[in-house]
């Protein structure tokens, strides 16, 4: 006992406390192989089949949803110009036609001028002044047209809306529909690239659901995002420990409403678990729920 004893005060502290860890760690590993989780139900093996509820709910996948919100949002934008643009060609299509000409002064040309600037490019916005129907009347814009330079104090023939005094064009010809275009076209380019790339990412995930694997992954955290307010950003790792990356799916709260260690199945295409779907949703939608 003695000997033992001072066997155990001579002894290196480094070696007791490799020992203790090895033994907790042959412990672990030892226990491991027995401790099961309990798997919800699979779900159907591929090729699954895509109902009209399953094609509803890949539109509103948050990545695909995304796209086709910002492509209606641009579409309805262009709309907007388009329509604008075109009851101020409508307008001014009826001056050039029914307007009465008045003689109107360059009170003001661009922001800040001097009363003695002349010869100045027709392209500068001007302030005109001029009478009509027993009132003075202060306007500003453009003298679309026109080529000629212009001064301060200079007076310019342009058309009135006798009925709305302060609508006017220097316009003697009708206007191009190229200015009616020409805003709506700008934008109308952004919404159809933002619906083509919003059609292949809900292409990818209809691909996914009906061809991807499934496998069980245990919920790891749980966040919510402004990107899809009424889901829950859910991280989740494999089961089976041999892929320790964290994958995130969005899970709508009204189907589900998961707790850190439950086991949820997830498809994804082989080697590519980031670009998971929630099996739950989708069974969910498919059997009508």
Known sequence: MFLAARRVRSA???LIWQSLASNLLRVFMTASPRTT????????????????AVLRRSLMEPPVRFWWLTAAVLFLVAIYFLVDRSLNWVEELHIIRSGTSVSATITQIGQDETAGRSNVSPDNEV????????STYHVNGFLEGRTDSISLKQVVPIKI?????????YL????????????AGLVAPFAIAAGIVGFMRRRRVLRIWRQGIANPFVV??????????SSRYVGCRSTDGRDMQLVWVFIPRRLADPKPGD?????????????????LAYEQQRAGK
């Open 220 to 229: 790891e955290t749980i966040r919510q995002t402004a990107l899809a307010p």
């Open 37 to 52: 989780i309990k798997l919800p139900p699979a779900p159907a093996a591929p090729p699954r089949e895509i109902t009209p």
């Open 127 to 134: 302030d005109l002044q001029y009478d009509f129907g027993g």
């Open 161 to 169: 809306d006798p009925d709305k005094p302060d609508h006017w064009t």
């Open 263 to 279: 086991v949820l199945w997830l498809i994804h295409p082989p080697m590519r678990a980031t670009m998971a779907l929630p099996a």
């Open 172 to 183: 003697t010809d009708v206007p191009p529909l190229t200015h009616v275009m020409l805003s």
């Open 12 to 14: 290196d502290p480094t």
